[in-house]
């Protein structure tokens, strides 16, 4: 028997895929000028058809989703209901697809201060992003599983992208080692779910709203057995590992601080995104209470705020600084995740967003100090640079003060809405952990602000001149943003709330 | 329900005590030497006929060959996708014939890709 298929809903995946098979080919079969300015003997793209192309895919499938969906207000399932396509969704995959425009821009400066070859590296964003948008429209198992791995693969190839850099390659073996350790752990909790719909109900399915509902009865009736209590842990902790939750987060600042630098900041915001919109889809609303995982998230919660937050605090290099931040602000992402209201939901939605582009201004003050041949990475790199080039410097100010939460940025209106959404639904002392850990936050994050303006340059440091417009634009638009959100944030946490209320509803 | 796993514990006690009989029997009549105080002929590998090879058996093997495997992987997963679909091919009809052209075409892009980047040559 054939499904039934729709793949009008699928358009945006299957943009970005034909983006990322066309980036191949061009790479492969456009004449190209061998460049001679290039010491490893890569052929570069001068015209910069790669960057274009990517940046087409990405741009059309964004657009398909702000415009092309139709009036359609509900939830539309196709492919037998392993794929739906609903306003949460969309929301969330706008944020993952601004986060990859962002990087794209970025990584194009940083490959050509690298002399790096484009296509593959492009190809495999793409491919990236695909799982991303297949994550978020996952309503089955076996096709967060699929998402997952799609979005994971490429990344690991991504990590190691300087091949020839020792730590470059450490971050990608750690990555693929420990990361396709949490998904064989995942996919354990998914298998012993499935063994329990099929005989709770007698029909063995992989769908998750099926799941969720066989659970809460279960639960309700006092029936629940252990194996699923084990399945529901093991299931969580495959994303958490995702997140970089503690104590799931051993990997990331190796990863991060050995990866591109363009890459690492991607990954540190949409991943991140994805992931909690996941755990929303699967965990929120009272199956966490029924699979016992609220205490755990809580704890989880508390520990990845506190420690990301303390271990931020000692590091010299602005990569593992920024590295634990992220393991900090995913700490932020998952109170919200527990107060799963719509308004919980909704204020996930706007902090991935206001993280997104606070931190994607960071990344790119440093692609933007970097040059061919040095990469800006410690404190010690940036010492005077806020007063030879001031509105870089205050660029890194601003996004200081957002990741911060210091209003009226966009970080503040965050991590307001998630602490509001906590104390609604009386996770008190959560707030008060996370209000004390943002506290310890400032001193880290006002450290390369310290170093940029109240520090001498050591003499013969120059300007940095020359850079690609691409890094220029990725720069501008993430602090535009940034400010604008905080400065104008209604229009966009009502945009939020909406998109949240069709995931709360359809529960 | 749990009587059928009996077999299962029988085997295991039955392998855990023939370990334990072998070895007490030995160690009760086997006459007990340190190690230094042996002569040559007991530190041989016992009833193995020639002593041990001494060279170091791991070589590095050169990348190209993880490249041909890679692509014959990706020919090989092709192979078995085909054979449900060959088993099939009259109910699927038109819908499995393009199904499987999509798939094949995406393939052949790949192994295009692969050819044009130079990983076919053996170098």
Same mark, same amino acid.
């Given at each position: 028997?054939?499904?039934?298929?729709?793949?009008?809903?699928m358009?945006p995946?299957l943009l970005?895929? &034909?983006?990322?098979?066309?980036?191949?080919?061009?790479?492969?079969?456009?004449?190209?000028?061998?460049?001679?300015?290039? /010491?490893?003997?890569?052929?570069?793209?001068?015209?910069?058809?790669?960057?274009?192309?990517t940046?087409?895919?990405?741009? &059309?499938?964004?657009?398909?989703?702000?415009?092309?969906r139709g009036?359609?207000?509900?939830?539309?399932?196709?492919?037998?209901?392993?794929?739906?396509?609903?306003?949460?969704?969309?929301?969330?995959?706008?944020?993952?697809?601004?986060?990859?425009?962002l990087?794209?821009?970025?990584?194009?400066?940083?490959?050509?201060?690298q002399?790096? /070859?484009?296509?593959?590296?492009?190809?495999l964003?793409?491919?990236?992003?695909?799982g991303?948008?297949?994550?978020?429209s996952?309503?089955?198992?076996?096709?967060?599983f699929?998402?997952?791995?799609l979005?994971s693969?490429?990344? +690991?190839? #991504? &990590?190691?992208? %300087?091949?020839?850099?020792?730590?470059s390659?450490?971050?990608?073996?750690?990555? *693929?080692?420990?990361?396709s350790f949490?998904?064989?752990v995942?996919?354990m909790?998914?298998?012993l779910? +499935?063994?329990?719909v099929?005989?709770?109900t007698?029909?063995?399915?992989?769908?998750?709203?099926?799941?969720?509902?066989a659970?809460?009865?279960?639960?309700a009736?006092?029936e629940l057995?252990?194996?699923?209590?084990?399945?529901?842990?093991l299931?969580m902790?495959?994303?958490?590992?995702?997140?970089?939750?503690?104590?799931?987060?051993?990997?990331?600042?190796?990863?991060y601080?050995?990866?591109?630098t363009s890459?690492?900041?991607?990954?540190?915001?949409?991943?991140?995104?994805?992931?909690?919109?996941?755990?929303?889809?699967i965990?929120g609303?009272?199956?966490?209470?029924?699979?016992?995982?609220?205490?755990?998230l809580?704890?989880?919660?508390?520990?990845?705020m506190?420690?990301?937050?303390?271990?931020?605090?000692?590091?010299?290099?602005?990569?593992?600084?920024?590295?634990?931040?992220?393991?900090a602000?995913?700490?932020?992402m998952?109170?919200?995740?527990?107060a799963?209201?719509s308004?919980?939901?909704?204020?996930? %939605?706007?902090?991935?967003?206001?993280y997104?582009?606070?931190?994607?201004?960071?990344?790119?003050?440093l692609?933007?100090?970097?040059?061919?041949? +040095?990469?800006?990475?410690?404190?010690?790199?940036?010492?005077?640079?806020?007063t030879?080039?001031?509105?870089?410097?205050?660029?890194?100010?601003i996004?200081? *003060?957002?990741?911060?939460?210091?209003?009226?940025?966009?970080?503040?209106f965050?991590?307001?809405?998630?602490?509001?959404?906590?104390?609604?639904?009386? +996770?008190?002392?959560?707030?008060?952990?996370g209000?004390?850990?943002s506290?310890?936050?400032v001193a880290?994050?006002?450290?390369?602000?310290?170093?940029?303006?109240?520090?001498?340059?050591?003499a013969?440091?120059?300007k940095?001149?020359?850079?690609?417009?691409?890094?220029r634009?990725? %720069?501008v638009?993430?602090?535009?943003?940034?400010v604008?959100?905080?400065?104008?944030?209604?229009?966009?946490?009502d945009?939020? #709330?909406?998109?949240?209320? &069709?995931?709360v509803a359809?529960? | 329900?749990t009587a059928?796993y009996?077999?299962?514990?029988?085997?295991?006690?039955?392998?855990?005590?023939?370990m334990?009989?072998?070895l007490?029997?030995?160690?009760?009549?086997?006459?007990?030497?340190?190690?230094?105080?042996?002569?040559?002929i007991m530190?041989?590998?016992?009833e193995?006929g020639?002593?041990?090879?001494?060279?170091?058996?791991?070589?590095?093997?050169?990348?190209?060959?993880?490249?041909?495997?890679?692509?014959?992987?990706?020919?090989?997963?092709?192979?078995?996708?085909?054979?449900p679909?060959?088993v099939?091919?009259?109910?699927?009809?038109?819908?499995?014939?393009?199904?499987?052209?999509?798939?094949?075409?995406?393939?052949?892009v790949?192994?295009a890709?692969?050819w044009?980047?130079?990983?076919?040559?053996?170098?």
């Amino acid at each position: 028997m054939i499904p039934s298929m729709d793949f009008g809903l699928m358009v945006p995946e299957l943009l970005l895929i &034909a983006a990322g098979i066309v980036v191949l080919l061009a790479d492969a079969f456009l004449p190209r000028e061998a460049g001679k300015d290039d /010491p490893r003997g890569d052929v570069n793209d001068p015209r910069g058809i790669n960057l274009g192309i990517t940046l087409v895919g990405l741009l &059309a499938a964004g657009a398909f989703i702000a415009f092309g969906r139709g009036d359609v207000t509900g939830a539309q399932e196709t492919f037998e209901g392993l794929f739906i396509v609903d306003r949460f969704g969309d929301a969330f995959k706008m944020v993952a697809l601004l986060g990859t425009i962002l990087g794209v821009l970025l990584s194009d400066g940083w490959l050509r201060n690298q002399r790096l /070859p484009t296509g593959a590296f492009y190809a495999l964003i793409l491919f990236a992003t695909t799982g991303m948008l297949y994550l978020l429209s996952a309503t089955d198992m076996v096709m967060v599983f699929v998402g997952l791995e799609l979005m994971s693969i490429p990344l +690991y190839c #991504l &990590a190691a992208a %300087l091949r020839w850099e020792d730590r470059s390659v450490e971050a990608g073996v750690k990555y *693929l080692v420990l990361g396709s350790f949490a998904t064989a752990v995942m996919l354990m909790g998914f298998a012993l779910l +499935y063994g329990f719909v099929g005989i709770y109900t007698g029909e063995a399915t992989t769908r998750l709203d099926a799941v969720v509902t066989a659970v809460n009865a279960a639960s309700a009736a006092g029936e629940l057995p252990g194996f699923a209590l084990l399945g529901g842990v093991l299931a969580m902790i495959g994303l958490l590992f995702k997140m970089s939750a503690v104590p799931f987060h051993m990997w990331t600042p190796d990863v991060y601080e050995g990866s591109p630098t363009s890459i690492t900041a991607w990954m540190s915001v949409s991943v991140k995104a994805v992931t909690a919109a996941v755990l929303l889809r699967i965990f929120g609303g009272e199956v966490l209470d029924a699979l016992h995982l609220e205490g755990i998230l809580w704890v989880v919660a508390a520990l990845t705020m506190f420690l990301g937050n303390t271990m931020a605090l000692t590091q010299d290099n602005v990569k593992r600084m920024l590295a634990y931040s992220s393991v900090a602000h995913g700490g932020y992402m998952l109170v919200g995740v527990l107060a799963a209201s719509s308004a919980g939901s909704a204020a996930v %939605l706007f902090y991935a967003a206001a993280y997104t582009f606070g931190n994607m201004a960071a990344f790119a003050v440093l692609i933007y100090l970097s040059r061919v041949g +040095y990469e800006v990475e410690t404190f010690d790199d940036l010492k005077g640079l806020g007063t030879k080039m001031p509105l870089v410097g205050a660029v890194m100010g601003i996004s200081m *003060l957002s990741l911060m939460g210091i209003p009226p940025l966009a970080g503040f209106f965050g991590k307001f809405a998630i602490f509001r959404a906590a104390v609604t639904e009386g +996770y008190v002392w959560l707030t008060v952990i996370g209000l004390l850990t943002s506290a310890i936050s400032v001193a880290y994050y006002l450290r390369p602000i310290v170093v940029m303006f109240m520090s001498d340059a050591p003499a013969g440091t120059a300007k940095a001149t020359g850079q690609a417009w691409t890094v220029r634009v990725a %720069l501008v638009a993430a602090v535009l943003v940034t400010v604008g959100l905080g400065l104008m944030p209604g229009g966009t946490l009502d945009w939020a #709330l909406e998109s949240a209320q &069709a995931l709360v509803a359809g529960r | 329900m749990t009587a059928q796993y009996l077999p299962v514990l029988m085997i295991t006690l039955g392998a855990l005590g023939f370990m334990a009989v072998m070895l007490g029997i030995n160690s009760l009549l086997g006459t007990k030497r340190k190690h230094e105080q042996m002569p040559k002929i007991m530190l041989e590998p016992f009833e193995c006929g020639s002593p041990p090879l001494q060279t170091d058996n791991r070589r590095r093997t050169a990348v190209k060959y993880y490249l041909v495997a890679i692509l014959f992987v990706m020919f090989d997963l092709e192979t078995v996708l085909l054979y449900p679909w060959a088993v099939l091919y009259k109910e699927l009809g038109l819908f499995g014939l393009v199904e499987l052209l999509v798939f094949m075409i995406s393939l052949v892009v790949g192994l295009a890709y692969a050819w044009r980047k130079g990983a076919l040559e053996w170098r």
